[in-house]
């Protein structure tokens, strides 16, 4: 055995993730959103990248080079030429005051003056929130100064739905007073609007409003009381025989109570909690045919500062200035090389979507195929991690509405002729079944399986009720009317 240290040369090969790859896999996975941010950050960084305002929003059909706004043909031309005696008279202070630039001659994007004229239309007003509604009733109810600050502390303290957090007791005894002024605070806050708020429970909430409703009887007090669990489980035969009722008059009564709202402050909150969809790629049908957008009106056309051509042509070539200039000029065009790739790469693969589910485009969800990374990754030439990030929280907007990209990709079953059937394909026939059953006998889970294998649907028991659950339809049992 050899010990000690020696010199050896031998090759290997490794892959190695460069900055520049990472940066790309990156802006890959970026939505239209997240892109906008990140070329808003660059921009900022990185002084040699403009924002091409004007020409953001049309195509252009020249070469990258051209495209990005800096020709290298064009380029080296101009190096290897000499400037001329025209050229070097050129008034460059009059031109960067025509463009508006700054008075150090350079700009990192454009600036685009505030329109003179404002309306109405440009702004969005303030939504109006749960506590902020019963803080207005609360200033016009019939309640004494010192209750007013125990009303604020109350309503304040209420959950986004509108239920009480504490009991009148731990609120009496944070604020120092009796228990009974706590009670006539609550009881007025419990007659603001919405009906049902400030309520204990699910049970006093619903009370609350069948007294406001002038639906109250001491039957529907003790089926709410004692019987809720049962209520929400459907099972009326033992709410029927604990009351001594038919069962359709115990179907009446629960008909009432499920028309009460159980959430009183979810009408408000839901407001807060509304998140706007940008779709990245557009589908539109024209003259018979899909034609795919990929959407780039967020993130602005970026160019080469011409200033900075200019300032790196006459610098030196082994000044720190022109080794900053071309360090920024090589990160700058190889931002714009991956923004296109991005935007080419999710053309790509939209595209081999809409023409593999076309059926779903033209006839709806029912005939929407099986289909996975691999079969889109095989068809375009890409790896399946490529396609994996370039459908990663992206929207696709189609005459048949707004849909996340990862939802044509699906796992299903085969059918009878062969062709692969996706699972949302499946539960559509679920939806439609359930919609068409007699509301005193629907069908079961087992039913359900005869009929989706008369259409030629091979699943088990099993999956129609995780389907099922998954599309919130709750069982045949609960569905159940008397």
């Known amino acids: 055995m050899k010990l000690g240290y020696e010199l050896t040369i031998e090759q290997t090969q490794k892959l190695v993730m460069t900055p520049e790859l990472i940066q790309a896999i990156q802006i890959l996975q970026f939505n239209t959103q997240e892109l906008d941010a990140y070329v808003e950050e660059q921009l900022l960084t990185n002084p040699i990248l403009e924002a091409d305002i004007q020409d953001s929003g049309q195509k252009a059909d020249s070469s990258d080079d051209t495209e990005y706004g800096f020709d ?14 025209k050229e070097d008279e050129f008034d460059w202070p009059e031109y960067l005051k025509e ?21 109405y239309e440009q702004y969005v007003s303030s939504e109006v929130g749960l506590t902020e509604h019963l803080l207005f009733q609360l200033q016009f109810a019939d309640l004494k100064k010192s209750c007013r600050q125990v009303g604020k502390y109350v309503i304040e303290s209420l959950d986004q739905n509108g239920y009480m957090t504490q009991t009148v007791e731990e609120i009496a005894g944070h604020l120092g007073i009796k228990p009974e002024k706590v009670e006539e605070v609550v009881k007025a806050i419990q007659g603001f609007d919405p009906s049902g708020v400030c309520a204990g429970d699910i049970r006093e909430c619903l009370l609350i409003q069948l007294e406001q409703q002038g639906l109250k009887t001491p039957r529907m007090e003790r089926i709410i009381t004692e019987h809720i669990d049962d209520l929400a489980a459907n099972r009326l035969a033992n709410i029927a025989k604990s009351e001594g009722q038919p069962v359709k008059e115990i179907q009446k009564i629960a008909d009432i109570i499920k028309t009460l709202e159980p959430k009183p402050g979810r009408q408000f909150s839901s407001a807060a909690e509304t998140k706007y969809i940008v779709p ?10 899909y034609t795919v957008t990929v959407n780039e009106s967020s993130s602005p056309k970026l160019t080469i500062s011409p200033y900075y051509q200019r300032m790196l042509q006459e610098a030196d070539k082994e000044s720190n200035i022109s080794k900053f200039l071309t360090g920024r000029l ?3 065009l190889w931002l714009i090389k991956s923004i296109e790739q991005r935007r080419q790469t999710i053309y790509n693969v939209v595209s081999a979507v809409v023409k593999y589910q076309r059926n779903f485009f033209e006839n709806g969800p029912k005939y929407l195929k099986t289909l996975t990374l691999k079969q889109i990754a095989d068809e375009i030439g890409i790896h399946e991690s490529t396609v994996s990030r370039s459908i990663n929280g992206k929207y696709l907007q189609s005459p048949r509405g707004v849909y996340e990209i990862k939802y044509f990709f699906t796992s299903g079953v085969s059918s009878g002729n062969g062709e692969g059937i996706s699972s949302e394909s499946i ?19 087992h039913a359900i399986v ?15 009720a995780k389907y099922r659950d998954e599309m919130r339809l709750p069982s045949s049992s609960k569905r159940r009317r008397y």
């Open 72 to 85: 290298a043909a064009k380029d080296d031309d101009r190096q290897a030429e000499p400037r001329s005696k």
């Open 99 to 119: 463009r508006e630039f700054d008075d150090i001659s350079y700009r990192q994007w454009e600036y685009q003056k505030e329109p003179s004229d404002y309306t």
């Open 280 to 289: 990245d790629v557009t589908v539109e049908k024209i003259d018979g045919e």
């Open 330 to 332: 090589n990160s700058a």
């Open 427 to 445: 539960k559509t026939f679920i939806r439609e079944i359930v919609g068409r059953e007699e509301a005193s006998a629907p069908f079961s889970d």
């Open 450 to 464: 005869e009929m989706l294998a008369d259409k030629g649907i091979e699943i088990s028991r099993r999956t129609v």
